[in-house]
């Protein structure tokens, strides 16, 4: 029987970004705050320290930082007639765990949606026509416009110290900047990081394509600095170890670098480590999550922590399983496209790249950071018109380099053999002199790709897995092939001394090739009460008291890296939290 | 290189010690004069590696197989003499060998490759169980073990294994083989500290600088520039 704790004023579920950020808000609200985490404590003081934390290998191979598949994992099948079979190594994604979660091990790109991704799909809709979306694409408005989040955006950009160039501000469009972006009320706060060789031969390509090229928006400081919270963040080194690595200069924005320490200064707050949360506590009457059941793994001992308020910000399987095992909303079945819980499941069509080849060039791929690049947005979104192309979206392209850790970074040109004499002339010879111009495609939502429970496969605490149903679909597959043609043009225009064609993608989804942890939907949020799980203010419609963070909420996935918006929408959620909900607790908008 | 099964393996280390002694940059100095005056001659055969997981069987197979994925030649040592074998013992002998990050309840139906790593064996018992298979593959070839094969041998004995054209049971030999490449990368490419990659030879033969990796000053000095600092390793700093 679980230990029956004292109850709380708010518990949440997963000490990462949004578990910290809300902490946060809510303890400064006054709250009593109990934070639980399944992982460690990570003390970057002592963990992310030169030398052991420039260890490729336990890190960025062996996988040290992130979620242990022994314990938790997930199933994958391509269709609903086909049997899942569990993942039984990361591969495609890399969830975290521990505290600071994958804010420890991310690469840093910070973005924001364009205007017309927050509303999507009245914004294709009324550029193409009533008719233009297909049955099948389950695509969906955010029910929080751009301007609305705008300063949400910004607070986050701030509390992280984004390094960036604005490119529209206040509805100016900057030359350098990003001029497709939504206007925004301020600069980043932070300069841009130094440009690298590759940027600087990217940019001048696309220029002469007649593009718009700017420097990625990175959580990599340029320069020392001061957050709101009054932390300091340090300057970055460019050491090449930011994805799949705790940040050593304490420069890579995370939970730990920016919040953590003010936070557990509060004695509002509570972490607790090892603390395996395994199910909600559900009065379905009352409409309220009453209660939070965890597992301390040190002795195997079960506690229920009853809370007034309780917050979910696992990452997006576990908050889908979470939802799913308490029977809180409608699950979703795609037979009848009935049900919320589990809907619109997407990912990112990631892996699109050509690498060019530079023979008189010093590229130094190793003097990096995770989010370096030089970027276009010229195909993002809606930025082009579609008419006429068959699909719907684009991608972010950038070119530069994240890092030269040759266990995993070591091009040669096409042709070459995978080992022997030949391939270790190659490795020597190109490994300086090449780099990758890469896309990040969107993935919007289908009928068929979505998230259930596994019928057969169970994790350590004894409960289904959750099984993805998910494959890339025609939509993908040709904005994959269409910005595959753009690379190639972009490659072109760079003059390499060689260049690989467009690696675009062709085939079922694999689980093995890294793409990218930018998972997302299963609880999304919308205005329609039947066809979402969380309101515009990412409370439950089915239970008042429930508030979910993070990317499981997203309707479905621009080409963007998610984190900007899933920490826009956790102070956005905060403040409708802190300053309506507690004030009077009950649903703050009615169905 | 010698062809002959009744010299086999032990003998072809002695053979070839000379020129891994001129070349493995770690050999103490009177090793390195005595191969540089009389590189025909050898000198004392090199300790046999003392291995924790492989047998003797499969411990000949991997370092064969590692010294044909990576050949002596002017870039590096061979495989071996980089100390990717013992990486790979050492590998398989510790936590990942057996299975740790690995979700590993059944049942274990056959499965698509998109879907990863599907078997009920641990690395190691993949590893003992490829080998096995390897070495049955070339004994129906040709007639041996695989590291008493002649050097053209063993390559096309692994382009078979890689093409899937080598018969295995149970899975193909593109699933080991790859398995096979990826952990010999691993322990080329790795931070010495694991065993491999000994005097920082792989990260010597492409100019990766290693540690501390702090470059800002570096990126701005060394742009467009060739990096000319001597690579370091985590032991130097610890």
Redesign the interface.
């Known amino acids: 029987m679980a230990t029956m704790l004292k109850e709380t004023d708010a518990v949440v579920i997963g000490v990462g970004w949004t578990g910290s950020i809300l902490a946060r808000e809510l303890t400064k609200a006054g709250l009593k705050v109990v934070g639980l985490e399944r992982g460690p404590g990570r003390a970057p003081h002592d963990d992310f320290t030169?030398?052991?934390v420039?260890?490729?290998?336990k890190y960025a191979?062996?996988?040290e930082l992130?979620q242990?598949?022994?314990l938790e994992?997930v199933s994958?099948r391509?269709s609903p007639g086909e049997?899942a079979?569990?993942?039984?190594?990361?591969?495609s994604f890399l969830p975290g765990t521990g505290v600071g979660g994958a804010g420890a091990h991310w690469n840093g790109l910070t973005w924001r949606l364009l205007p017309s991704d927050h509303n999507l799909r009245s914004h294709v809709t009324q550029r193409y026509g009533r008719n233009a979306i297909p049955a099948e694409m389950t695509i969906e408005d955010f029910p929080v416009s751009y301007d609305e989040l705008e300063p949400y955006y910004d607070k986050f950009e701030k509390l992280c110290g984004i390094s960036g160039k604005a490119g529209n501000l206040r509805g100016q469009k900057i030359d350098g900047g990003n001029v497709f972006e939504g206007p925004r009320q301020n600069e980043y706060p932070n300069k841009p990081l130094?440009q690298?060789?590759a940027g600087a031969l990217f940019e001048k390509g696309a220029k002469s394509l007649g593009y718009h090229p700017f420097p990625g928006p990175a959580a990599n400081a340029s320069e020392p600095y001061v957050n709101p919270e009054g932390v300091t963040i340090g300057?970055?080194?460019?050491?090449?170890?930011c994805e799949r690595f705790g940040c050593e200069?304490n420069a890579k924005a995370s939970p730990h670098s920016c919040i953590l320490p003010v936070l557990t200064a509060d004695p509002n707050f509570e972490l607790r480590t090892y603390a395996h949360v395994k199910e909600l506590v559900y009065d379905k009457q009352a409409k309220k999550v009453k209660a939070v059941r965890y597992v301390d793994p040190r002795s195997g001992e079960e506690f229920e922590q009853p809370a007034g308020l309780v917050i979910l910000g696992a990452y997006v399987f576990n908050n889908v399983l979470l939802m799913l095992t308490a029977g809180i909303g409608e699950p979703y079945d795609p037979s009848t496209g009935k049900g919320a819980v589990g809907k619109n499941y997407c990912y990112q069509v990631s892996g699109n790249s050509v690498t060019v080849f530079f023979e008189d060039?010093?590229i130094?791929p190793?003097?990096a950071t995770g989010a370096h690049g030089t970027f276009i947005d010229d195909f993002n979104g809606d930025n082009f018109d579609h008419g006429g192309l068959g699909f719907f979206g684009g991608a972010w392209i950038q070119a530069g380099t994240s890092n030269?850790?040759?266990?995993l970074t070591?091009p040669v040109p096409p042709g070459t053999p995978?080992?022997?004499?030949e391939w270790?002339?190659a490795?020597?010879k190109w490994?300086?002199h090449a780099f990758n111009v890469g896309a990040s495609c969107c993935n919007y939502a289908h009928r068929e790709n979505f998230l259930d429970l596994d019928p057969?496969?169970?994790d350590a605490l004894g409960r289904p897995l959750i099984r993805m149903t998910y494959n890339f679909r025609e939509n993908d597959y040709k904005v994959s092939q269409y910005i595959g043609g753009v690379l190639e043009r972009l490659a072109t225009s760079m003059n390499p001394t060689i260049k690989t064609g467009a690696n675009t993608r062709r085939?079922?989804?694999?689980?093995?090739p890294y793409q990218s942890t930018h998972n997302t939907g299963g609880t999304i949020t919308g205005a329609d009460p039947k066809a979402s799980v969380v309101n515009r203010y990412l409370q439950a419609w089915d239970a008042d008291n429930l508030f979910v963070m993070g990317a499981s909420v997203f309707p479905q996935n621009a080409s963007y890296n998610p984190t900007g918006l899933v920490g826009a929408l956790a102070y956005w959620s905060a403040e409708a939290i802190t300053k309506r909900y507690l004030k009077n607790p009950g649903p703050l908008v009615h169905a | 290189m010698t062809d002959d099964p009744k010299i086999g393996r032990r003998g072809f280390l002695v053979g070839a010690g000379a020129a891994a002694a001129a070349l493995a940059p770690e050999a103490p100095a009177q090793a390195q004069t005595q191969a540089a005056a009389t590189p025909a001659a050898a000198p004392a055969a090199p300790a046999a590696e003392a291995w924790l997981t492989l047998t003797q069987t499969e411990a000949a197979f991997i370092e064969a197989a590692v010294d044909t994925l990576i050949p002596a030649d002017d870039l590096t040592p061979s495989g071996s003499d980089c100390g990717v074998a013992v990486f790979i013992d050492r590998q398989l002998a510790g936590a990942w060998g057996n299975g740790a990050r690995l979700y590993r309840q059944g049942p274990f139906p056959k499965a698509k490759p998109e879907l990863g790593y599907q078997l009920a064996l641990t690395p190691r018992e993949f590893f003992a169980a490829g080998i096995e298979a390897a070495n049955a593959f070339t004994r129906k070839t040709y007639g041996k073990e695989f590291d008493r094969l002649s050097e053209p041998q063993r390559e096309e004995a692994l382009k078979a294994m890689e093409a899937g054209k080598a018969q295995f049971t149970g899975f193909s030999s593109t699933q080991f083989f790859n398995a096979l490449l990826q952990l010999t990368m691993e322990g080329f490419f790795a931070d010495p500290i694991y065993g491999g990659n000994r005097d920082m030879a792989a990260w010597k033969m492409i100019g990766y600088p290693g540690l501390p990796a702090t470059y800002r000053e570096d990126i701005k000095t060394y742009f467009g520039k060739k990096y000319d600092k001597p690579p370091r390793s985590i032991a130097d700093f610890s």
Not at chain 1, 235 to 241: D, M, P, Q, R, S
Not at chain 1, 418 to 421: K, L, Q
């Open positions: 030169i030398p052991r420039r260890d490729d290998l191979v062996r996988q992130f242990d598949t022994q994992t994958l391509h049997t079979l569990p993942i039984r190594r990361w591969g130094f690298s060789l300057a970055c080194v460019y050491c090449g170890h200069a060039k010093e130094n190793f003097m030269g850790r040759p266990i070591r995978r080992w022997g004499r270790k002339k490795t020597a490994y300086n057969t496969y169970k085939g079922n989804y694999n689980v093995v």
